[in-house]
């Protein structure tokens, strides 16, 4: 057994269940060298994709990405997107540890507040992970 870490996600992930992991949220069908292509983009334009893992399963994954505001004199903002953790591994506490390991991550890079939208399914964990209902999202769809 080898500790399971918080850490940046890699491309070895791909063969450690990063995919099946993702896909709780959606169906995931993009050919693995998009990815390829994808996972560099998001490096470049720093949206950091976590994962919770082992030496040889990913079991929780999740994306944050810190905005700068103009006001609060430069205050930054942690945006939670697509946290999701492996079918095999629900409800034995790896979905509170990775919000943990983003928390403890948005501390370290100065962020006052982290945000995210969820369905109201969630809400419940949300709040065990110390979150608390804000406002309501609204949406336009492109396509
Ligand atoms: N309803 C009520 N309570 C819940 C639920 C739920 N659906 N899920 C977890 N909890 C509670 C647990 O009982 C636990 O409570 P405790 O602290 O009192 O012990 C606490 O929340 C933490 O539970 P974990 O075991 O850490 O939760 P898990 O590992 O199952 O992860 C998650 C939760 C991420 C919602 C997981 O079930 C999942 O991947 N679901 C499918 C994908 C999904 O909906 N992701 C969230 C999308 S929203 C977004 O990405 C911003």
């Known amino acids: 057994m080898f ?3 918080f850490r940046p996600m890699t491309l070895e992930d791909l063969d450690k269940g990063f995919v ?3 896909s709780v949220l959606r169906t995931v069908d993009t050919p693995q060298d ?3 292509k994808i996972f560099d983009e998001r490096i470049t334009k720093g949206i950091c994709t976590y994962v919770l893992a082992d030496r ?9 990405i810190i905005e700068t505001k ?3 004199n430069g205050g930054k903002v942690a945006h939670i997107e697509d946290v999701a953790v492996h079918p095999d591994h629900q409800k034995n506490g790896y979905g509170k540890m990775i919000m943990e390991g983003l928390k403890t991550e ?5 962020c006052y507040k982290m945000i ?4 109201d399914k969630n809400i419940q964990f949300y709040e065990r992970c110390g ?3 804000h406002e309501v999202q609204m949406r336009l769809d492109l396509t």
């Open 3 to 5: 500790p399971i870490a």
């Open 20 to 22: 099946p992991t993702l």
């Open 34 to 36: 998009k990815i390829q």
């Open 56 to 64: 040889e399963h990913v079991f929780a994954t999740a994306t944050m």
């Open 70 to 72: 103009y006001y609060r």
């Open 106 to 110: 948005a501390v370290a890079k100065g």
């Open 116 to 119: 995210l939208d969820c369905s």
């Open 131 to 133: 979150y608390k209902k």
